[in-house]
């Protein structure tokens, strides 16, 4: 029984981001309940029909009303927990945004500065940078608020390469339409797009850092939920064995 607790514990607590994820469907409850009756299966060596009529009985039904009180509980821990974790993930999108700005100011002043070679591309070609920055800043807020910092350093550089892939499509594009005098042009573009994926990796590094600072706070605060739980648990874990033993043999009796 003692595994299943420590099974119980890991499903509800987790680790990291998964704990903190809004509004998860109740099959982790099923889960939970799955895997309890699963290790009693294998522990006490019974028949799959007859587990299922020890499920039904009071016995079963016991077990699974303290299941459900105790996942309930955590459930609307966690619904507090995440509220504490919202801050770090909104100011990340927030300097992620600025650094996205920053990039999109310095192509800009670029693009200006050569405004008469450039006409009638000018303006076409800040219309696409505008976008493609918008673009990422989307792309990436969802891995921010998952919280999951592996999933954002990944999506981070696949999104700023895809931007940089996008914009030199660009500047080919406008090379063929006037020559070698948007050479200078095309290397500060790729120059300020070296500097921005640079600048998103301190910002990863740092969340990374924050998250599991706060990860380890939230297992001290969840330390007494999880002793609740398995004090909980803990006597039907006393004597389950014997009394599935009496159970059953009073089905078996009865059949």
Known sequence: MKVFVV???????????????????NPQLELVKDAFWDYVAKATHTAEDTLKMIRQSQL?????????????????????????????????????????????MRLEKDMNSMKVQLEPYAEELKTSVNQQVEQLKQDVAPYVESLDHEALKAALLQKSEELKGSLEQSMKALQSQ?????????????QH???????LIPLAQSFQTQLAQKTQEIQKTLAPYSEDLRQKLD??????KAQLTALWESFTKNN
């Open 178 to 190: 006037l020559g070698p005098q948007t050479e200078e042009l095309r290397a500060q573009v790729e």
């Open 235 to 240: 006597p039907f874990a006393q004597d389950l």
């Open 193 to 199: 797009l070296q500097e921005f994926q640079k600048s």
């Open 60 to 104: 079963g039904q016991e077990v699974n009303a303290q299941i459900t009180e105790s996942a309930d509980a955590a459930g609307q821990y966690i619904v507090t927990l995440r509220s504490q974790m919202t801050p770090l993930a909104q100011d990340l999108l927030t300097k992620i945004s600025q650094e996205a700005e920053q990039l999109k």
């Open 7 to 25: 099974l119980a514990l890991t499903v509800f607590t987790g680790c990291h981001a998964n704990i903190l994820l809004p509004d998860q469907p």
